[in-house]
C-alpha cells in the first residue's frame, strides 16, 4: 500500500515510549509499504532518519517545529487564555498545511496515518482510509494528570483535559479508524466515537535488542526507567521515593534505587545519595537494568501502556508494578508480575522479590514467554496491515454501496474538511 505517515516529531534514535512507538511501527511500514513522512523535524533529525531508513529518500516532507524550547513556557501560558489546547495550538502550522496541500495535490495515498490525534488536525481531501494511531486517549490522561499537587499544574491539566477532549472527539470521529494500544482505551473511546473501527494495536519491544542477562545482579538494587519530563514518570519516582523506598530501607538499609532518564527535575536530582542513584540521560539503558534485582513501576498516573514493562520482562528482569503502571498489557499478578497499589504494598512486594528467588524466576519466566508470544514489534506490524486491509474494504464496499467513484469520495471528504474548518472558525468566535 501506499502511506502517507503523519508525525510530529521525529523518531530517529529514540530515547522515550512514544519515540520508541513510532519508530518500529515506521521500521515495519518502510519494510512492507511504499511510504511516505511528513512532519515536524529539524534538517538534522531529518538526516538521522534517512540513515535509519534509506528507502525515504526523496519521501520526507517535514517542517521546523512551530514552537521551539526558547517560546514553549510563554506558549504554555498562552494556552490558560485560548479555547484551543496548548497541545493542538502548538502544532499549529501553516507552513506544513502548505506542504501537505502540495503533496496531496501531487501524489495519491491509500493510507494517512497520523501519530496522536494533533497530526489529524489539519485539512486534506482525499479519498485515502484516515487513521489515528492513539498512544493513549489524551484528554484521559490530562485528567490524570490533573492529580498532582501544585495549583497551576493542576489548573492547566484540568483545563487541557477538557479543551483536548472536544478537540479529541472532533478529530476521531473523522476517522476511518483507531489504533489503540489497550482494551481500556477501546472502552473509552467506545463511549465518545462509538462508529469509528477501533482495532487493537498493543505497544512491543524488540527482542534482539532487549534480551535476557547473563550476569547476576546486585543485591537490594531496583532501577526505575523512564523519560523523567513525563508528568507520570516524575510523579510516580517521586510517590516511589516519599511512601515506598523509606519502608523498604527500614527492613533492607543497604537497599538502592537507580533512577534512569532524560531531564530529571531539580528535586529529584537534589534527593541523590547513596541509596538513590540519579543518572539522567544515558545512551543504552541496558546496563543500568542489567545491574538491578527488581524493576519498579509506580505510576499512578497516565494512558496506554508503558513500553518499560515489555522491555524489562524481555530481559527476565521481575517487576513490582501499579495497576496503572502495567495497566493494558496481559500481564497476571502472581506470574508475569506482581501488581501493587499502596506504599505497604509495593514495599513488601519488593522486599519479597529480594528474598524469594524461586518467585523472581517464575515471574520472570512468564513475562519472557508473554512477550514472545505478544509483543513482539514484527507481529504488532502484521496486525496494523490487517487493520489496514480491512479499513479500505470497508470504505470501498461503502461508497460503492452509496454510488460513488473514487473522485466523488474526494470531493466529499474535501467539502467534509473545509466545513469543519468553518465551524472551528464560528466556534473560536462565539467564544466556545
Known sequence: MKVLYLIPYSPAN???GGALRIFHLLSHLHKNHDVTVAGFSSAEEETALIDHFPRLAGKTHFVDHPYTER???WSLIKSLFTVHSHWHQSTRSKEFQQRLNQLLKNEKFDVIQSEFPVMAMFNYGTSAVKVVDAHNVEYDNFKRMAKVKNPIRKLFFHLEAYKFRREEIAVCAKQDGLLVTSERDISVFNQT???VQKYLIPNGVDTNY???????PDPHSMVF???MKYVPNHDGINYFLDEVFPKILEKTPDATITIVGKNPPQSILNR?????IVTGFVEDTRPYIEKSAVYVVPLRMGGGTRLKIMEAMAVKKPIVSTSIGCEGIDVVHGKS????DSPDDFANRVLQLFQEPELTNELTKGGYELVEHRYKWESIGDQMDQA???LTHLKVAQAASNGYSDNDVEAIDRWNNESNSVNDALQIQKGY
Not at 210 to 216: G, I, V
Not at 337 to 340: D, E, K, M, P, S
Open 14 to 16: 529514540p530515547t522515550f
Open 71 to 73: 517560546f514553549l513556557r
Open 193 to 195: 466515537v462509538p462508529k
Open 210 to 216: 532487549f534480551r535476557p542477562f547473563k550476569t547476576k
Open 225 to 227: 526507567v523512564g523519560m
Open 272 to 276: 541523590a545519595n547513596k541509596n538513590i
Open 337 to 340: 508480575i506482581l501488581i501493587a
Open 388 to 390: 489496514y486491509q480491512e
